[in-house]
């Protein structure tokens, strides 16, 4: 199947949801594979859709020709209309094989930190539990072949709206996601909030004694070439850091470095989905920070820093985050997250988090085994994270293994 590229012709107002116990909330629900011919009806929803930075257009549509080109990907595109045409909200997926079982999760994997479909507010709104399931098997039958429906790593709700699949979760995802509320224009209000006295006065003594190292500069990489030279650096930084962890580099897989570079890129006369900024000191870069943008909301992916640096034990990633959540400050924006995982500088800096849950929802009897067998997985994980020493260990065993012989996992 194909989506279809014409568009519904254009009307004052979006047609009202039906209300009533027995009307039917969408009129049709179709999955297609070509990403291009959706672009203006993903454009138009987006613009005033519940989306997370990782469901815009233009950071699905680099991962998918850059990474998802290079891992062989299959995708699907899951179109929800009303009765004009006019899309009510779209499942951006991948399709997935693991132990016999093949299922249909978000895009984007461990490099999103949110995974969501985007959503007319009202049609959100409007699904409880009884049509979201009806809506999630129309999609699993629109896609076709598939054993279930693994939707990991969801919010909670979004924009005070609540995430329809996540009223169907199985639990708690084992890790939860660092967020910051910014009061535009009040940069050193919003980190006197959220940060302890403390904790700002340790990050003044780190700063003056960064300065003694010579002059630094927060830069954001515009141009081709310094897009190309702070990926070069980041994905440098964050080898030798899990060189020295002792575990596998997530970002030595293919396609990594054309997928920030693309999305950096990003198309003419359109702001970049992911932008790129290092701290230079004396012309070098002592730590990079790599983030995504949608809206008033800035997410970040990941960050590194230089093990080498003399100015390393002055936490110069910190000193870039700091200096970065003041200009997203100065510039308007009014969220600033720090992505899924625990980790002391996210709790030092931010004051408030996004829940996330999984929901596994089940197909064929292949898909309830396997999603029983995940759904305990993610449950153990869950509690290792909660647990540093556990953490720790398992860790130290899964660096072990992974040098060892590859081994599948879920997350």
Not at 16 to 21: D, E, H, I, M, S
Not at 301 to 330: H, N, W, Y
């Amino acid at each position: 199947m194909s989506v279809v590229a014409d568009r519904a012709p254009s009307t004052p107002a979006a047609p009202a949801l039906r209300q009533g116990a027995d009307a039917r909330l969408w009129a049709g629900v179709r999955a297609g594979t070509d990403l291009t011919a959706l672009e203006a009806d993903w454009r138009e929803l987006e613009a005033d859709a519940l989306v997370t930075p990782y469901q815009a257009y233009d950071w699905v549509r680099p991962y998918v020709e850059t990474i998802g080109r290079a891992e062989g990907m299959a995708f699907y595109f899951v179109r929800v209309e009303d009765d004009r045409g006019r899309l009510l909200a779209l499942f951006p997926l991948v399709i997935t094989r693991r132990l016999g079982t093949r299922f249909a999760e978000f895009i984007g994997g461990k490099h999103a930190n949110y995974h969501m479909a985007l959503y007319r507010p009202d049609f959100a709104e409007a699904l409880d539990a009884a049509a979201t399931e009806a809506l999630l098997a129309e999609v699993g039958a629109a896609i076709g072949r598939i054993d279930a429906l693994f939707l990991t790593n969801q919010p909670t709700d979004w924009q005070g709206i609540a995430n329809p699949p996540a009223t169907l979760a199985s639990g708690q995802s084992p890790s939860r996601a660092y967020k910051l509320a910014l009061e535009p224009g009040d940069c050193e209000g919003t980190l006197r909030r959220s940060m302890s006295k403390h904790a700002r006065k340790k990050l003044t003594t780190k700063r003056n004694r960064f300065a003694e190292f010579g002059p630094s500069e927060l830069i954001q990489a515009r141009g081709a070439a310094e897009i190309e030279r702070v990926i070069e650096t980041f994905l440098a930084q964050k080898a030798a850091r899990f060189a020295q962890m002792g575990l596998p580099d997530p970002f030595a897989t293919p396609g990594i470095r054309s997928f920030l570079r693309e999305g950096a890129m990003g198309q003419p006369g359109r702001p970049p989905a992911i932008e790129l900024y290092s701290l230079d000191l004396s012309g070098r870069s002592v730590a990079t920070y790599v983030g995504a943008v949608q809206g008033q909301r800035f997410s970040g992916m990941a960050t590194s820093f230089d093990l080498d640096s003399e100015a390393a034990r002055t936490s110069p990633g910190e000193i870039l985050l700091v200096e970065l959540i003041k200009r997203k400050c100065q510039f308007g924006l009014t969220m600033f997250d720090l992505g899924v995982g625990e980790a002391r500088y996210k709790t030092t800096i931010c004051d408030d988090s996004d829940e996330l849950v999984d929901t596994f929802f089940p197909l064929t009897a292949k898909g309830r085994a396997y999603a029983g067998y995940s759904q305990a997985k993610r449950a153990l994980k869950r509690r290792i994270k909660a647990s540093p020493l556990a953490l720790k260990a398992a860790q130290r065993v899964l660096g072990l293994l992974k040098r060892r012989k590859p081994v599948e996992t879920d997350d």
